[in-house]
């Protein structure tokens, strides 16, 4: 596995004194990282990551099924004219030529090997579905400003903003959310929820059921409840992970939201929904935005 192969083993921040070049990046101390990162050499150990999982026959499954969920969307005949014509009119590779992209929290992938994977991932599947660079956003608060450099110089949109995952699609959107906190996922849903937004929301990331089949049933429904109602109305599709990538892409799905599934729903679900609070969860998994005090 390339140079990535050795710190496979020990996926931890590096030591070793960046060598200085016009890109060297300072982290300031606020940001909980004192080393300093060479933009240009990631840049390179990111696109050689690309390289490598190219070569992987998980590529092309995981390609397929996001070309696949693409089609879904179009399957209702009803649904045809609209969506086809944000998605660009073609059932092919360019189907998703209008598609828009949301990473969250991908983690710190300049000392992470997870994470550079999957952000090699984030940038195959841009090519595979034509998403322009600029049209993906992403956010982590765990970003160092080298890091945020790092996307900038991959041409990739870097949000300012912590959007708690609340983001309103206004076209269809895919959503990248690598091994995230369930509140991320059930803020989306919250933000989304109507028979309007949903079925132009396509997730890769945890899959729901797994979620569900982890937690206590009582707790899953209070405290997630967008999910747990979204569960057994989404279609989700498992992706391949082989075991030498397990830490990285496990526990994986497309998740995707046809119509005629959400109609399956009361009817009562769609009024007013409630934002979500997490009163009950001292163990948040997700970082919230600073309040104003
Ligand atoms: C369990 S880690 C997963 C990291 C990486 N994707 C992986 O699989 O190794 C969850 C990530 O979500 C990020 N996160 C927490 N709150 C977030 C928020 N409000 N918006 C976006 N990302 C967030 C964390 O900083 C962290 O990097």
């Not at 189907?95 to 992470?112: K, M, R």
């Amino acid at each position: 596995m390339s140079d990535a192969g050795e710190e496979w083993q020990v996926a931890r921040r590096r030591k070793g004194a960046a060598r200085r070049s016009k890109s060297v990046q300072v982290c300031s101390e606020s940001e909980n990282c004192q080393e300093l990162l060479d933009v240009g050499k990631t840049v390179k150990r990111i696109r050689d990551t690309v390289s490598e999982l190219k070569c992987e026959d998980l590529w092309l499954q995981w390609k397929e099924q996001l070309l696949l969920a693409g089609s879904a969307s179009l399957s209702n005949p009803a649904e045809i004219t609209d969506t086809e014509v944000q998605l660009g009119g073609s059932r092919d590779g360019r189907l998703c030529q209008q598609l828009e992209c949301v990473c969250y929290g991908l983690g710190s992938f300049s000392s992470c090997v997870s994470a550079r994977f999957q952000l090699a991932m984030l940038l195959l599947l841009l090519d595979a579905g034509q998403i322009p660079l600029k049209d993906c956003s992403v956010y982590d608060p765990a970003f160092s400003s080298g890091e945020r450099d790092v996307l900038k110089e991959l041409g990739l949109t870097v949000l300012a903003e912590n959007e708690e995952g609340k983001r309103l699609v206004t076209k269809p959107t895919l959503f990248y959310l690598m091994h995230c906190g369930k509140a991320l996922y059930n803020n989306l849903l919250w933000k989304n929820w109507s028979t309007r937004c949903l079925p132009l929301t396509i997730i890769i990331g945890n899959s729901f059921s797994g979620m569900r089949d982890r937690m206590i049933e009582r707790e899953f429904k209070r405290d997630y409840s967008y999910i747990s109602q979204a569960v057994s109305v989404c279609e989700e599709r498992q992706l391949p992970c082989p075991s030498r990538l397990i830490d990285v892409f496990s526990d994986t799905a497309v998740i995707t939201f046809p119509t005629s599934s959400l109609n399956r729903l009361p009817q009562s679900t769609w009024v007013e929904p409630p934002e979500p609070q997490y009163h009950h969860c001292p163990d948040l998994e997700i970082i919230q935005r600073q309040t104003q005090s």
